[in-house]
């Protein structure tokens, strides 16, 4: 019997070459889900492009036949896989695209090809230069830079060092534009800041800066080819603690005033800081650790001075505040989560389903309402699993939030048995009713993708919602780019 | 029933978090190599494999040929499970054993008749002639002729394997002169079958049953079995007892006999090898049944060999390509793979590679001579009977 192709087939076979095209069901099939229990949205075909100008071709291509396109990266989003178009869609595979373009040692620089997972760009940067560059703790191992900045609000910035944002960190992108026009911002190389302008460092623009209109767009207007980021020095020297508190407040206060001095003592190296409840605790360390609210905290620091001054301070401020150092099985799992050797918060983060398939109830309110919102989503949980008929014995979880003195994430992960699929519905239906509840309080995921941005269209002003349809329009104007995405 | 259909809850606890292919850390780097070395799909890796067995076993998709040929890129080298970020909580073990999964879905694919030619022909090889080389079986004895050796059943028998029978004989004459010069009588079979091992990797169970039953039954009245074939000893210990219940007598690879004598004083090699050597972790002893430490003591017990490790190494080790199949299925992708190992021993200046798999040793020579390279590749029995006088 002889398979009829997808239309697209034997042009894209033309771009790419037919090794890396593909219209196979199971090939398809293997695209149409992400990691979460949402149902699969199976796409027509799908591309591995392995350069700018083949990007460009498929993209004409696209508009000339009205096909939507699916950029795809690490396949790491946490809303369900874009709906696209069911059957005809082009799934664009970014992540033959995975060169360093240009390490830039003087101006602390370097240029990545968008579909280089963001794991593999560390590795390889702190092997060969001892320099790190700015990451989310999740997702960590799977993402690729281009869904890791497209994906996320902040291309991670709020989740890792929330105070600075991405501003510092994502200097520039590449993009090509729905309508097949390229277009490369801020600081990255070939753009007008660098060539034009001495030092990068100084952000002077001579234009609008539009590099974060990209950052978080979800694949609204183009695909993502490069990024540009700024480099670190990694820490030399790493370290942990662990305190614990009789109550939630005076785990908040302290959390509060630790936030305070971010500024102060950990400039420009991430930290991390987390506030895991009692319950969480005993998961954590398998039930090592007393079930108490626990801080845990990191500081990075030139040297062991440096280090035990950071941690002396720490110390004098929970103690100040009501808390004390915890016991061992705690300090230990501190220990874990700052030294990469030990697989580090980001390998925590990033294999958050260790302990098997998982649903993230996690959204981002403002610092003063994280005590609310992880209070009442935490009752919000526990009924809705007793509405629904969800035993205790049938999931467990890990409750924590971390964030700044601005803002901040309250994070409750469900594990779960995904051999039970009654109980997996169950909670696909907890999942979207959750962020319907929390968005209607002001509260949002950070991650956008799939299902997490149609939601937050929703709440979007009208007077929002066009200004976002005139540059759609304007940058995308036969609408191929990732349909269903924040509402267009 | 579908083979798959056993494997169901594995399938649906693969929380598709994707470390089975960008783990990469300061030990990692990279993870499947069939993904790096093939069209690179989601298929062509652990995630879209276990994604595509639930596609099947909830009727959504159906094998194919097509589907056939994808899944032989894989081959088996389990750095996807090692990497693996699902755990079981009570057992501690990975989620998802995706190899696993796979030689189910080739068993699957092989008894609907849709197995891609290289695997019916490995298959339809070894039923005629006990072994997958195409070669006689009458002449599976060849390389022991002026060696002397026992074929009747010892307490210690030698299961020499098709490829140090019939390609890698050196590596198969240096194991029965060291056992000779240790003076430990050992027998090896008149009539020594393939172990199955390329066969129920490609999916041909019915037919690794009844090789596994032969041999076992060969060897009865055998206390220990010894293997230098890493292949063959994963057989026996984790293969052979699905097919004829737990075996009745002991098998152990050489380096794990070698490195025993070496602590208690029996195995003294004198003469020196001067060379940076790096040290090739096979799957099938390494991943797959954990065996890092003895090899390497029985290199640092040789004198003037200098043990340097490799990026990535030991649990993390990258796959020299020919496993599950694939060399005989993609020959030139199985080589491409092996030439990442050779990168990887340059970078840390050795001057020779050092396996303890007849199976990878001839993969990686492949690659040395592709890639023009001056690396040069042993077998561990061969150094160890260097420095032993032989």
Known sequence: ?488 | MLNLEALRMDVYKCARCGCCRSKYDQNVRGVCPSYWHSSGFETNYSRGIVLVARGILEGALNYSKSLAEHLATCTTCMNCVQQCGGMNLTTGEPMTNTPRIVEAMRADIMELGLAIEPHTTLASRTEKDHNPYNERHEARLNWAEKLDIPNNVMDTMFFVGCTQSYRRTEAAIATAKILQKLNIPFGILSDEWCCGSPLLRTGSRKLTGELARHNVEALKGAKRVVFSCAGCFRQFKEDYPQFVGELPFETLHISQLLSDLIKEGELKMTEPIAQKVTYHDPCHLGRHLKIYYEPREVLRAIPGIELVEMYPAKENAWCCGGGGGVKVSYPKMAVEIASDKLLHAKEVGATAIVSACPFCKTNILDAVKATNSDLEVYDITELVAKSMGE
């Open chain 1, 1 to 488: 019997m002889v398979r009829t192709h997808h239309p697209l087939y034997h042009e894209l076979a033309c771009i790419v070459g037919p090794k890396y095209v593909s219209d196979e069901d199971f090939v398809c099939y293997a695209y149409s889900r992400d990691s979460t229990p949402y149902p699969p949205s199976v796409q027509g075909i799908v591309v591995r492009p392995v350069s700018l100008e083949e990007v460009v071709s498929i993209v004409q291509l696209a508009n000339q036949t009205r096909t939507p396109i699916i950029p795809s990266g690490g396949r790491a989003s946490m809303f369900g896989a874009s709906p696209g178009l069911p059957g005809k869609g082009i799934v664009v595979d970014m992540t033959r695209m995975n060169k360093i373009v240009e390490v830039d040692l003087e101006n602390m620089h370097v240029t990545v090809e968008a579909g280089l997972g963001k794991a593999e760009l560390n590795a390889r940067l702190l092997r060969n230069y001892g320099l790190e560059i700015h990451n989310a703790q999740m997702p960590y191992y799977a993402v690729t830079v281009g869904g890791h900045t497209s994906g996320m609000a902040h291309g991670g910035g709020s989740l890792y060092d929330p105070a600075h944002g991405p501003g510092p960190y994502i200097l520039g992108v590449k993009v090509v534009l729905g309508n097949g026009k390229v277009v490369e911002t801020g600081n990255g190389p070939g753009t007008i800041s660098t060539t034009r302008i001495s030092s990068p460092y100084t952000h002077t623009r001579v234009a609008p800066e539009v590099t974060n209109l990209f950052v978080g767009s979800a694949g609204l207007f183009g695909i993502l080819v490069e990024v540009t980021y700024l480099m670190f020095r990694s820490p030399k020297v790493r370290a942990s603690e662990a305190y614990v508190f009789d109550s939630f407040e005076d785990a908040w206060k302290t959390y509060r005033e630790m936030s305070k001095i971010d500024g102060a003592l950990y400039i420009q190296a991430p930290s991390f800081k987390v506030l895991a409840s009692p319950e969480c605790m005993s998961a954590l360390t398998f039930g090592m650790a007393p079930k108490v609210w626990t801080i845990f905290t990191g500081v990075y620091a030139l040297d062991e001075e440096e280090a035990d001054l950071k941690i002396k301070k720490a110390n004098e401020m929970v103690e100040r505040c009501g808390g004390k150092i915890g016991e061992s099985a705690a300090r230990e799992m501190a220990g874990v989560m700052i030294n990469p050797e030990k697989g580090g918060l980001r390998d925590m983060g990033a294999t958050a389903g260790t302990m098997g398939m998982w649903v993230l109830f996690e959204v981002c309110p403002p610092a003063t309402e994280i005590p609310e919102c992880f209070h009442t989503s935490r009752e919000w949980l526990n009924k809705r699993f007793k509405e629904l008929g969800v035993s205790e014995d049938e999931v467990s979880r890990t409750e924590f939030l971390l964030g700044d003195v601005t803002g901040g994430v309250t994070s409750f992960i469900i594990y779960y048995d995904s051999t039970n699929l009654e109980l997996e519905k169950k909670l696909y239906q907890m999942h979207r009713e959750y962020y319907e509840w929390a968005a209607k309080r002001g509260w949002f995921p950070d991650v956008n993708h799939g299902l997490a941005t149609k939601l937050m269209a929703r709440y979007w002003t009208p007077e929002f919602y066009d200004f976002m349809r005139t540059l759609k329009d304007a940058l995308d104007p036969n609408h191929i780019m990732n349909p269903g995405i924040y509402n267009f």
